[in-house]
């Protein structure tokens, strides 16, 4: 089975700053590593996966994610937030299959400052 | 061409009654899963199933029922609705390889 922890329920930046959105994970299989947004009264949307091959992945809307296996660790990042990221983003695991459950995370709340 | 159709977006409901919520998805996957989100945004599986088979379920009360015509659609069927089924219910699909799960834009169902 797999769990997903994401520490931050929610964070606070500035606009035009970095952030980094974390997430931990736990599993006894290999797995693949999602994170999913969420604006508000929106449906879920994919930005970014990690299958395999490299660990540093890039998606949609200037993020980015590494993939750390010592340390079951799946980190978003962005190096310059916009007010129009204020979202909810969840990271998510599921077996290498593709077919089984996707589990989330809690969820982080980014709220982006003027 | 929307890739994961849910119907309706919203449904208002009274307390005893029986609703049901409609999902399509083009995409030619085989397997389709229900999720629910409650109000502190947990998103949570629900059922999951391939080419119409039920593969998983995740102790869901047994007034939710979901059925598979077909491999295209899964609708999910809620009877004597109760409060605590106010949430937010969310369809998606995936296919072998990790392509990715692709979610429906969501139905929020308030019982009142």
């Known amino acids: 089975a797999q769990s997903v922890t994401q520490l931050d329920s929610q964070v606070p930046v500035f606009e035009e700053a970095p952030v980094e959105l974390r997430c931990n994970y736990s599993?006894?299989?290999?797995?693949?590593l999602f994170w999913y947004v969420q604006y508000p009264n929106q449906g879920l949307q994919l930005l970014l996966k990690y299958l395999s091959g490299s660990t540093l992945v890039k998606g949609i809307n200037g993020f980015e994610a590494e993939f750390n296996k010592s340390q079951t660790s799946f980190h978003l990042r962005k190096p310059s937030v916009h007010i129009s990221d204020t979202a909810e983003y969840f990271c998510a695991v599921s077996s290498d299959r593709g077919t089984d459950k996707l589990i989330f995370g809690t969820g982080t709340r980014l709220q982006v400052f003027p | 061409d929307t890739a994961v159709s849910q119907t309706p977006k919203y449904l208002v409901t009274q307390m005893g009654n029986d609703k049901s919520i409609k999902c399509e998805q083009n995409?030619?996957?085989?397997?389709m899963y229900w999720y629910k989100q409650d109000s502190k945004k947990f998103l949570k599986i629900m059922f999951s199933y391939n080419n119409k088979e039920l593969i998983i379920n995740e102790t869901v009360p047994n007034r939710f029922s979901p059925k598979s015509p077909d491999k295209a659609h899964l609708n999910l069927h809620i009877n004597s609705l109760e409060l605590g089924d106010s949430a937010v219910y969310f369809c998606a699909s995936s296919r072998p390889g990790g392509g990715g799960y692709t979610f429906g834009s969501g139905t929020r169902l308030t019982v009142v």
């Open positions: 995409l030619g996957h085989d397997t």
């Open positions: 599993s006894s299989v290999s797995v693949y």
